[in-house]
C-alpha cells in the first residue's frame, strides 16, 4: 500500500491541556490521544509515541515495507517528548512499530507502541492499526451496574480462557473469545456464578506466564481473536447478567527488547534504580510510580477496560510487591523513603489515585486487591485512611483453611483454632475468600489431592471446605476446575479434564457447588451487609475434641437466618446438641453428605424443631444427627397460612335449598 504523509505534520489530537495534565500525571484517558488513530473524516492515520529521549523516531510497518528512510516522525515544541506524525490513505489492520534512535541506541531499535489497541499474534511483537467501534447491547446492565454496592453477592469463577476448554479433535487448539461465550456463558450461568474473572488478557508475549508478564496495557491477546471479539463476549456475559472482572497487573512488567523495558533508551517506564525498578523473584521490571507521565499510563490502562470494553471490576495483581520497598529484599537490597521506612510512597499515592478515578469514573464498578500481608485498612476509603480498593483477598482464610483440610481428622482436635481463627479478623476488611489458580501450581497438586484420606474421606472433606467456605462472611472465588474437583494440577497447555464429571463423586461436587450457591446469592443474610460483624454469631467454636463448630448468619428478621454445623471427622455423631436462637422448626437447606453430593446418606434431618432447653448461651437449642465429614445448612421453615375454617352446617344448608329448587 502506497502513502503518502503530511508535510508539517499538520494533524494532531493532543491539545495543550492534555500535554499538561500528561505532565502532572493526572490524563486518564491517554488512549485517546497516544498511540494509532485511524480518522475516517481525514482518511488516514495519526500516531503518537512518548520517547522524551530519543533523538529520532520513524514509523515503519507492511505499508512502507519496513522501511525506515520513509516515515520520519516530528517531535512536539512543548517538551512534552511525544513524537507525532499522520499518515493519510494508511487505516485499520496495518502493522507498524517505531524505530527509535538516541543517545543510548545508536541504531534504530524497533519498538512496539504502548498504547495499540491490537497486536500481531505471538511470536510477533507488531502493533497493528485497529479501529474500536462496536455495537453494544448491554445498556441495561451498566446502568443497573451504577446502583450495585458491595452489599450484593460476589460469586467469582476465575477462568483462564487458554485452558478452560479446548478442541483436541483440532491439534488441542484454543476456543476464540467467540466459541467461550457460546459454551462459558451458559455454564456460569447453570452454575449460578455472579461474575467470571479472567487471568489477565491484556497481551503477553509468554504464554507460560498465563498473561502476568503484560505488555500491552491496551489490548487484549490476538490469541483468541480481535478486540470486538472480546466484546462481544463481555456484551453476551452481561446479557446474561453475568458481571466480569479482568487481572491487570501494574505491579511489573517483562524486559523484551521491543517492549516496554528502555522504551527510548533510559529508564523511561520503571525505575532507574535497579533497587527499586528490578524485580527479583520474577525477573521483571518495577513501573516508577512517581513518574507523572508514568501514573497517566497507568491509570489511562485502569480506566480503558471500563470504558472500552465494559469491564465491571479490576482484580490488581501482587499489591503487596508494590507497597513495600524490602518486598523479596534482603538488607542492603532496597532504599527507604524519605522518611526512612519501607513502605513505597510513590505506589501507595499511585494505588488511591487509582482507586478514586476509577470509582469516580464508573460507580457501581468493584476493584479487588490481591494483598498478602496485614496492611491495614486496604479495601477502606481514601478518607478514612485506607488504600481506596473495593474488596481484598482473604489470603489468611484460604491458608488456613487448607493447613487445616489437610490434616488428618484424628490430628484436627489439636488445630481447631486453625478453622476458627479467621473470624478474629474477619470483618477488618472487605474480604474475598479465593480458592484460586496459585493453590493449584508449581507442584501443590489440585485443591482435592490436598484433602487426606481415601478416595471417600478425599471428596467428603472436599464438598466440608466448600461449604464452609461458601458459609464463612466474604465473597468468594473459584478457579475453573475446582468446581467439580479437578484432580491433576492445572496445566495451562490443556483443557480441565471435563470427563470426570461422569463421575458421581466429581457431578456430586458441581452439583454441591451450583446449590452453595443458590444460597449464598439466594439468603440476604448471606450476602447483605456481609462486611458486618453483627452477620456473623457462633453458637460452639470450641468443641475441640468432636471437631465440631457451629455458627449462624443473622440478616434483619427471624426468617433470615442461616445455621450452619460442621462435623469435621469421620466419626458420625447422634443426638449432637447445639444451642439455637429460635423455638422454631429448622429446615435443612444442604447437607454435604447427601447422596446426590456423592455422601453416603447417613442422615436427614428435615424438619428438626428446637426445643426449650438452653445449650451454648442460648435459650433453646437443637439435637441433629451430624453425618461423617460433613456441614449441614439450616433455615427457619417458613409458617404455613392456616386455610380459612368453613361453617359446615351453612355448607349442608345451601345444598339442601339447591337440590330443592331442581
Known sequence: MKTDQLEDNQVTLLTD???????????????????????????????????PSATDVRLIGNFNGWNKESHKMSVRWDNSGIWEIFVPGLGPGEYYKYAIRSHAFPNYVEKFDPFAFHCENPPGN????????????????LNKRKRKSFSQPYSVYEVHLGSWRRITEDGNRFLSYREVAQALIPYVKEMGFTHVEFLPVMEHPFY????????????????????????????????????VIMDWVPSHFPGDEWGLYRYDGTHLFEHEDSKKGYHPDWSSYIFNYGRFEVKSFLISSAIFWMDKYHVDGLRVDAVASMLYLDYSRN???????????????????????????????????????????DWPNVSKPIYNGGLGFGLKWMMGWMHDALEYFKKEPVHRRFHQNTITFSLHYAFSENFMLPLSHDEVVHGKGSILNKMPGDRWQAFANLRALYALMFTHPG???LFMGNEFGQTKEWNHDSSLDWHLLEDPSHSGIQLLVKDLNAVYTQEKCMY???????????????????????????????????????????????????????????????????????GSGYASNNGIKSTAESR??????????????????????????KKAKTDRSKTIKKSTKSRERT
Open 17 to 51: 491541556y492534555d500535554i499538561h495534565l500528561f505532565k502532572e500525571g493526572k490524563h486518564f484517558k491517554l488512549y485517546e490521544k497516544l498511540g494509532a488513530h485511524y480518522m475516517a473524516d481525514k482518511k488516514g492515520t495519526y500516531f503518537a509515541v512518548w520517547a
Open 126 to 141: 507488531a502493533s497493528i492499526v485497529w479501529d474500536l467501534k462496536h455495537k453494544w447491547s448491554d445498556k441495561r446492565w
Open 208 to 243: 507460560g506466564s498465563w498473561g502476568y508478564q503484560t505488555t500491552s496495557y491496551f489490548a487484549p491477546t490476538s490469541r483468541y481473536g480481535t478486540p470486538q471479539d472480546l466484546m462481544f463476549l463481555i456484551n453476551e456475559l452481561h446479557k446474561a447478567e453475568i458481571g
Open 331 to 373: 538488607d542492603g537490597e532496597w532504599i527507604p523513603n524519605i522518611h526512612g521506612g519501607k513502605e513505597n510512597l510513590e505506589a501507595i499515592a499511585f494505588i488511591k489515585e487509582m482507586n478514586e478515578a476509577v470509582y469516580s469514573e464508573f460507580p457501581g464498578s468493584v476493584t479487588i486487591a490481591e494483598e498478602s500481608t
Open 475 to 477: 465473597s468468594k472465588l
Open 528 to 598: 447483605e451487609n456481609q462486611f458486618e460483624s453483627s452477620t456473623f454469631q457462633w453458637i460452639d467454636m470450641n468443641d475441640h475434641q468432636n471437631c465440631v463448630i457451629s455458627y449462624l448468619r443473622r440478616g434483619k428478621s427471624v426468617s433470615d437466618t442461616i445455621l450452619v454445623i460442621a462435623n469435621l471427622t469421620p466419626v458420625p455423631r447422634n443426638n449432637y446438641q447445639i444451642g439455637a436462637p429460635f423455638l422454631i422448626y429448622w429446615r435443612e437447606l444442604i447437607n454435604t453428605d447427601d447422596v446426590k453430593y456423592g
Open 616 to 641: 451454648n448461651g442460648f435459650d433453646y437449642s437443637l439435637k441433629l444427627k451430624l453425618p461423617p465429614l460433613s456441614v449441614l445448612i439450616f433455615k427457619p421453615r417458613k409458617k404455613r397460612k
